[in-house]
C-alpha cells in the first residue's frame, strides 16, 4: 500500500472557535485582507462573530466582497487590494465561492501573471501569503483541498486552479455560523459535500484512509441533513453537517470526485444553477451509471447508515441507496432533472465535451464515455 496525503495544516472546529480567530491571525500576520461573499455573512447576522476577535486581537482589516460564481477577473481584483493594501495574510469568510477567491489570490500573491493563464495545476513551487479559511456554509470543503474553483469569463468555464501550496495555514470550522442558513442553501450545500463523501468513496483514487472519512461523512449527512434543513436551529445537526463537510473535503481533496463533479460544473456555469444544486440533481443518476461497477461500494454506503442490515443483499442495498438519494432530493426540495434548472436539448453535446475535459472523470469507478454523458443528459430532459 502507498499513497500521499494531503492534509490542512491546523483545524480549529466547534461551536465558538471563530472566538480564537484574532489570537490565531496575530500569529501570522497583522493586516488582513478579509474576502467574504456579497451577503451571505451579513444576512447570517454572524459578523461580529468575525469582527470581534479581529478588534479584540487588533488585527487590521481590508474587506472585500465577492458575487456567487467569481471568476479569475475577481481574483485579480484581490490580488491588487492585496499589493495596494499591503496586507500580510488573507482570511475567506464564507461559501466556496469566498473561500476559493481567498485561496487562489493569496496563492498567486508573489506573481504577476493574470489569474487566469493558470488553470490546472499551477506551476508554483512556493506558498504564496498565509491564508485561513473560516467556511459558513457545511459543503464546499474548501477550507480542505488545494483547488480554487473559477469561471473563466473568456471561454465561459467552469474550471479549478490547484497547487499543493494551497491549503490554508488554519481552518476555522464553527457550526454557528450555518445555523440562521436558509433551507434551500443548507439543501445545495448539503447534497455537495454528500457528493463530495460519495464520489471520493467510490474514486478509483480513495485510499483506506479517505474511504473511512468518506464512510463516516456519508453516514453524518443521511442522519442529519434533513433535520438541518427542516428545523434549522438544531444545533447538533449542524455539528455534525459542519463536521462531514470537512471530513469529506479532506476525502475529496486526496482522492478526488467523480462524473458528478464533471458535469457540474459545466452545467452550473451555463445556467447559473448553484454547485450543490447541480450535483444533487445529478448524484442519483450517476450513482445509477456507476451501479454495475460499484454496487459493494454503495451497499457498504447503504449499511453504514443504517438503512439496511449488514447482512443484507449488495445488489438490492446499492439500489436502495440510490432510491434513497432520489427521496433525499426530492424531501429538501430540489429538482428531479435539470431541464427543470434550466438544461436544453441544444446545449448537450457541448456540455458532454466539456465534462470530457474535467481531472473529475478519470476518478470515476466506471470509464464514462461521450455517450455515456449524452444519455445522462438526456435523461434529464
Ligand atoms: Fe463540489
Known amino acids: 500500500m502507498m499513497f500521499d496525503i494531503l492534509l490542512p495544516t491546523r483545524v480549529l472546529f466547534g461551536p465558538g472557535s471563530t472566538y480564537r480567530l484574532g489570537e490565531e491571525i496575530s500569529r501570522i500576520g497583522k493586516r488582513a485582507l478579509v474576502i467574504t461573499g456579497r451577503r451571505s455573512l451579513a444576512e447570517s447576522g454572524q459578523v461580529e462573530r468575525i469582527t470581534n476577535p479581529l478588534q479584540i486581537a487588533k488585527v487590521e482589516t481590508v474587506w472585500f466582497r465577492v458575487d456567487p460564481e467569481p471568476t479569475v477577473d475577481t481574483v485579480d481584483e484581490a490580488r491588487r ?138 453516514r453524518l449527512i443521511t442522519q442529519n441533513i434533513y433535520t438541518a434543513y427542516d428545523t434549522g436551529r438544531v444545533r447538533a445537526s449542524r455539528e455534525y453537517m459542519m463536521l462531514a463537510s470537512l471530513m469529506a473535503g479532506i476525502a475529496l481533496a486526496n482522492a478526488g470526485a467523480g462524473a458528478v463533479h ?8 451555463r445556467y447559473g444553477i448553484p454547485h450543490g444544486v447541480a450535483c444533487g440533481i445529478l448524484l442519483p443518476y450517476i450513482v445509477r451509471f456507476n451501479l454495475a461497477v460499484a454496487h459493494d461500494a454503495y451497499a457498504d454506503l447503504a449499511a453504514a447508515s443504517a438503512m439496511v442490515p449488514l447482512t443484507a443483499d449488495k445488489d438490492e442495498a446499492a439500489r436502495k441507496f440510490v432510491v434513497y438519494l432520489e427521496k433525499l432530493r426530492d424531501k429538501l426540495g430540489l429538482p428531479a432533472k435539470l431541464s427543470e434548472a434550466g438544461l436544453k436539448e441544444a446545449d448537450i453535446t457541448e456540455i458532454a465535451d466539456e465534462a470530457l475535459l474535467s481531472q473529475s472523470l478519470s476518478a470515476n469507478p466506471r470509464r464514462v464515455t461521450r455517450v455515456d454523458l449524452l444519455t445522462i443528459l438526456q435523461e434529464n430532459l
Not at 182 to 189: L, Y
Not at 191 to 200: G, I
Not at 262 to 269: E, F, I, S, Y
Open 81 to 218: 487590494l492585496i499589493h495596494e493594501e499591503k496586507v500580510d495574510l488573507v482570511v475567506g469568510v464564507g461559501g466556496g465561492s469566498a473561500l476559493d477567491v481567498a485561496k487562489a489570490a493569496a496563492g498567486l500573491a508573489k506573481v504577476d501573471t493574470p489569474a487566469g493563464t493558470f488553470f490546472g495545476a499551477v506551476p508554483l513551487n512556493a506558498p504564496g501569503l498565509p491564508w485561513v479559511a473560516v467556511p459558513t456554509t457545511a459543503g464546499s470543503g474548501s477550507e480542505a483541498t488545494k483547488n480554487a474553483v473559477l469561471i473563466d469569463p473568456e471561454r465561459k468555464r467552469k474550471a479549478s486552479l490547484r497547487n499543493e501550496w494551497w491549503l490554508p495555514v488554519v481552518a476555522v470550522v464553527d457550526p454557528i455560523l450555518t445555523m440562521s442558513q436558509p433551507p434551500e442553501v443548507t439543501a445545495g450545500t448539503g447534497f455537495d459535500a454528500l457528493t463530495h463523501a460519495v464520489e471520493s468513496f467510490t474514486s478509483r483514487w480513495a485510499t483506506p484512509f479517505t474511504t473511512a472519512l468518506s464512510r463516516e461523512a456519508v
Open 262 to 269: 464533471a458535469l457540474a460544473h459545466p452545467v452550473g456555469v
